[in-house]
């Protein structure tokens, strides 16, 4: 692949495909269960269709900034283990935030709470719709593991991506408990708010995918560093650009409710600092407005106390300093000149984009 070619259908595609071979295997291999292995198979595939593919970008061009790939389509399978961590997490993301929707569809749990209700089984539908996408995220998070150790490299090739791999599932669990207790104590500075930010998302965005990537080629500590210097300021700007559409968003193009994380209670930077500068009243109502059900009209009004404190702005100026870190660190950092270029692609699109 060229350059250019980080973000082209030919990529995705390749990507899709590795996906829906893998979760083949999986229906093969679990068919004795009957229909039920179907239904699991097919919201795996639901959970795993579509998407920016940005975790699997990074983690080709990680490998790619260290060596060329010698077996291109084991490195693609490599890569779409990326996707299926990300598919877990945002099926237990959704379920721990009650979310109704996910890319303009029903979030899993909500999908299969509503095949419960329209087949009339007995229980409870909603306490089934959890208890699924529990199941299928741990599902997701196992199959990533699986389809990173059976890519198709020399598995003493893959062990030490293996072990960046298990940080990183460790790190966003960590991250995940640290967010959901954070909500619960009601309260979050600016500090704490970056760390949920770093280790819930972040990391696991693009730092460890860059590293899992680069790993599989080989890549020494040093190179580690220097994609660590790109990638972390790089997925924090990602994250924050994310805290932003999660408020300010179009849902048209997002695919959720507008001000989803207002309803949900998401006690992000962006809220953290809008709490810190503006005025008592705005600041009061923006406190105990977080986590409650909320019409266009309450939307709008924290849109505008969050706005007029200066927080949307503060943010917008933090991403823009985070990404010229990112950039920076990158035009230092030792490359293959191809992959310097679609870095620089990846950062642009992922700090800039509008869903």
Do not use: N
């Amino acid at each position: 692949m060229t350059g250019s070619g980080w973000d082209s259908d030919d990529f995705r595609d390749r990507v899709q495909r590795a996906l829906d071979g893998f979760l083949d295997q999986q229906l093969a291999r679990l068919a004795p269960l009957g229909p039920d292995a179907e239904r699991l198979i097919a919201e795996a595939r639901t959970t795993v269709r579509g998407g920016k593919r940005f975790r699997a970008a990074f983690c080709w061009w990680g490998h790619l900034a260290v060596a060329p790939a010698a077996d291109e389509e084991a490195l693609v399978r490599a890569c779409a283990a990326l996707e299926l961590l990300h598919a877990s997490a945002l099926v237990h993301d959704d379920l721990m935030d009650a979310s109704d929707t996910r890319r303009g569809r029903p979030a899993t749990h909500r999908q299969l709470e509503s095949e419960h209700r329209a087949s009339g089984w007995t229980g409870d539908p909603e306490q089934y719709g959890a208890a699924a996408a529990i199941l299928l995220g741990d599902m997701l998070l196992s199959w990533a593991d699986e389809l990173l150790r059976r890519c198709g490299l020399p598995l003493a090739q893959v062990a030490p991506a293996l072990e960046v791999f298990d940080l990183c599932r460790s790190e966003v669990v960590a991250g995940q408990f640290l967010d959901v207790s954070v909500q619960a104590r009601g309260r979050a500075d600016v500090e704490t708010a970056m760390t949920v930010l770093r280790y819930k998302s972040a990391k696991y965005s693009i730092e460890r995918p860059l590293h899992i990537g680069a790993a599989l080629a080989g890549a020494d500590a040093a190179a580690l560093d220097a994609l660590s210097a790109f990638g972390l300021p790089l997925g924090e700007a990602f994250q924050l650009r994310d805290d932003l559409l999660g408020v300010f968003g179009d849902p048209a193009t997002t695919g959720k409710p507008a001000g989803d994380d207002l309803v949900e209670g998401k006690r992000t930077v962006l809220v953290a600092l809008a709490l810190d500068a503006a005025p008592a009243a705005e600041a009061a109502l923006l406190d105990r407005s977080l986590g409650t059900p909320l019409d266009e009209a309450a939307v709008a009004r924290l849109r505008e106390v969050i706005d007029s404190s200066g927080a949307r702005a503060q943010v917008e100026a933090v991403i823009e300093q985070l990404s010229d870190l990112a950039v920076a660190a990158l035009d230092r950092a030792t490359v293959e000149p191809a992959a310097r270029d679609a870095l620089r692609a990846l950062a642009d699109a992922a700090t800039q984009r509008t869903v």
